[in-house]
């Protein structure tokens, strides 16, 4: 029996567009006798439709999509459907008003709803705000064959491969005890750096484990934060690798079931992204795509500061969506090395990107001016600094709002922490590209990116980090060289621990100390920031609940 | 039996200063006699404490300070202290870390912890994020009175009241079984308008109900967005009030719980605040005050345009932290019309703030000159609108930078909905004071604030709503009456109606597609508002989840 994975790409909300995708992918497949077609979890809205959930008419709407597209779709294909269905009885139980579901759908109608079992309420997770649990394992039959279902969190919490329990029920152990051929996994599940090797791992695991094969398709493209990375996957029961798709990019794999040998033959195996830095640069890159084009834009703008993380932010960009529609605004103050315009020009002219300059001088003597009677006799600091990045700031939103292009902000991630940037200056933007990209990454892909040919221009690279908010300014003036400064930011913001642990672990009291302030100061600044692209296990975001007024 | 209810203010995460705050109380009542005290839900770590409790350390803090407070306590004293504690078998269970609970106190020691029953996921609630359910009745018996324990949401899932259940168990119908003589409900439950009616139709019933009496404590104070009322409550058992604390300050209410008639006798009842307007008036002065204050900040500046938002929320500041700490900023641009520059001094006149006034026309000019070269052969239009509003965010950044103080952003919520307010111009601010109250009431409040003498100039409350971005503009050149877009908003936005409801409602077809698209587009700039005092149902903040590039 012959099975599609299709790794599809959604955008949020737009039912008919894709049942559109899925319907082509349908009609390809069918055509090549294949059973039954495997779409990503949520298929039908996207993942994750968060709040758009709430909307009864969303709801109504989203079921009445799937009745047409059952309809439409080739009569002999098995297509199974992702969506939320109503959970009919929940005002008599008291259960959440929805389920997380996969339709069964096959000759014009909808032939069986299955409902996910396990749901996620962590990080950026928060299916118990909308779903209620199903309690029953899901399977059903094709050609003879049964096939075990669950839903992306269902197949996450298995104690012998993680060494404890995250949720009460396992559903893969409940459906190994149901003697089902097949197990099929539909997820949307998002990317991080190191996540697929913990997927494949955990799925040679569970196919050993039962003996049994197992197919994982997974949803790719970027919904605001979430990167969808798909390499949706195949282990035969023996556990070895028999499908891996795309990497951040649609895919269609067709796979054979052998009903002699009740397993799944080889199919085609992508290769892994070959690097940590080719794996971030990919997924920031289809982020960025997704966004822009999700949100209806087809040009974007930033500034370059001749600095490396909007040297970065420019390349990701023009890999995304052309050279020819980015736009780069040099913005020179008095306090701006020479450097900083030429490395920004190079950098332009090896990317192919326009750019226009706009010297910030008058504006600053302007705002200088406006304020002279209120600030006399203040030194020059905070306040003045964070006026160059406001005008430079309003300059780009002023581009942005003219000539409708989406403007990109260019923070890391070591910044956004400790609050080293501008709220309503260097912050702005409709994207925050790198805000979950550390300092030291923004460097290594910076050098990856330079193997073949010198695309980042290599002065950006080598010269200390520098706002040039004042003359001779370099980071390192007011932080810790950024070696310490990412490996402390890990072990507080990723990892949780301590003060305590900290200096347990060897690093300088005071540096930990005056971190920790900086981080817990600057939450009010990350409250207002921008989307930023995730890419790694706990980032300021969606998935990041801090209190500001507190102690 | 003497009972105190303690309606604190407790500080997010200060755990050294919460306990200190219980101690004294306790101390208190403990010298007239009170056998039983009562603190709110979560008072040692004050509610809600959000990612805070992902921090193991966090979480071993708070059981040191709860052991060193059972030290302290007076020992006959019998306090009732909410905390988050461990849940010890949760990696086998594969049940959430957490319980949210309560400690009973007594003679040195920790003498019980009972867990909350029902854990809210909705709205702005994220309690299954963090927290297991606790799975017993909690009741424990003092001088042989047997009381019932709940936390907050436990009380809120009666069906014979709500016409529905929302949570599968109902606690306290399972400690009616358990034969309580006493229900007691510690809560936070925050502030939103009308919701003290409910809340008091609910006890009563829940009293005559179970033929017992309840008291219900309440947190007071805002954290970050949310605004808690206290206004603690008891009902005797046939159900007549018999205490109830004050709204939005602390309180400290003793009640005798009278063992022959095992019943609570009449205590001090505080009246109701006498309407919406006074209420929301008392709501945000809280906010406004707490926020300052638990940010460490003593004084807070503010655009005053003339217009009306502006001046509700300096009204608000000045009665929050006292005339002499609120600092208004004219910044009059050549659209500026005279009588926005009078309204505002007389505002200020009458409210005895100082005033700046910073003429914006020369630092227009500048970016018009700056952007001459690009902008040729376009039209003035929402760019040049956008970069009057920037100009003035960014002096007032410049201020709040240089001299320490806040800044209150003024955009009220039908601005915030539509979209009609600029990012990174006047939505620039630590907190968005009205950011929750739509515009007609902004009015109502005005004119009631107005009742004794006048406060808000009447030419404010008069005239055309303008943002004077362009010479003769008012906000219904491009939105419909605020009358009827508040209506369609609270439709829209509350009760998340489809344009197919409202337009049997008997809407302008074409009115309501406009305002739903945009609604939809403004998502980007309510993503990156500052925290706003959540003060209805369904506010743009915590508890407002969608997406952005979606369809």
Sequence with gaps: MKVALAQLNPTIGDLQKNAQNILEVA???????????????????????????????????????????????????????????????????????????????????????????????????????????????????????????????????????????????????????????????????????????????????????????????????????????????????????????????????????????????????????????????????????????KCGFQKVILGLSGGIDSALVAAIAAEAIGAENVL???????????????????????????????????LMQGFDLSLELLFTGTEFGLAEENIQSRIRGTLLMSMSNKFGYLLLSTGNKSEMAVGYCTLYGDMNGGLAVIADVPKMRVFSICNWLNREREIIPTNIITKPPSAELKPGQVDEDSLPPYEVLDAILEAIVCDRQSIEQLIDRGYDPQVIEKITKLVKRAEFKRRQAPPGLKITDRAFGTGWRMPIASK
Aim: proline share 5%.
């Design 27 to 293: 009609r390809q497949v069918s055509s090549q006798g294949v059973k039954l077609m495997l779409t990503p979890e949520l298929s039908l809205c996207g993942y994750p439709p968060r709040d758009l959930l709430l909307n009864a008419h969303f709801i109504a709407e989203m079921e009445q999509t799937l009745q047409q597209l059952a309809i439409d779709l080739p009569p002999g294909l098995m297509v199974l459907i992702g969506l939320a269905t109503p959970n009919l009885s929940h005002t008599i139980t008291g259960s959440k008003p929805l389920f997380n579901s996969i339709a069964l759908v096959m000759a014009g109608a909808v032939q069986n709803i299955f409902h996910k079992r396990l749901l996620p309420t962590y990080d950026v997770f928060d299916e118990n705000r909308y779903f209620a649990a199903g309690s029953e394992p899901n399977h059903f039959t094709v050609d003879g064959i049964k096939i075990g279902l669950t839903v992306c969190e269902d197949l996450w919490n298995d104690e012998d491969f993680w060494g404890k329990r995250s949720y009460i029920v396992n559903p893969i152990a409940e459906l190994a005890d149901h003697n089902i051929d097949l197990s099929i996994n539909l997820s949307a599940s998002p990317f991080s750096v190191g996540k697929q090797r913990v997927r494949e791992a955990m799925l040679k695991h569970a196919a050993i484990k039962y003996d049994r094969p197992v197919l994982y398709v997974n949803q790719v493209g970027a919904n605001d934060d979430l990167i969808f990375d798909g390499c949706s996957l195949g282990f035969d029961r023996s556990g070895e690798l028999v499908c891996r798709g795309n990497s951040f990019d649609r895919d269609l794999i067709i796979i054979e079931f052998d009903q002699i040998k009740q397993d799944l033959n080889l199919a085609k195996v992508q290769p892994l992204t070959e690097s940590t830095d080719a794996e971030v640069w990919q997924a920031l890159v289809l982020g960025v795509r997704d966004y822009i084009q």
């Design 328 to 362: 780069g605004v040099l913005m020179p103050s008095p306090y701006s090395s020479e450097h900083s315009v030429t490395d920004a020009i190079d950098l332009a002219a090896n990317l192919g990107i326009k750019t226009e300059t706009i010297p910030i001088g008058n």
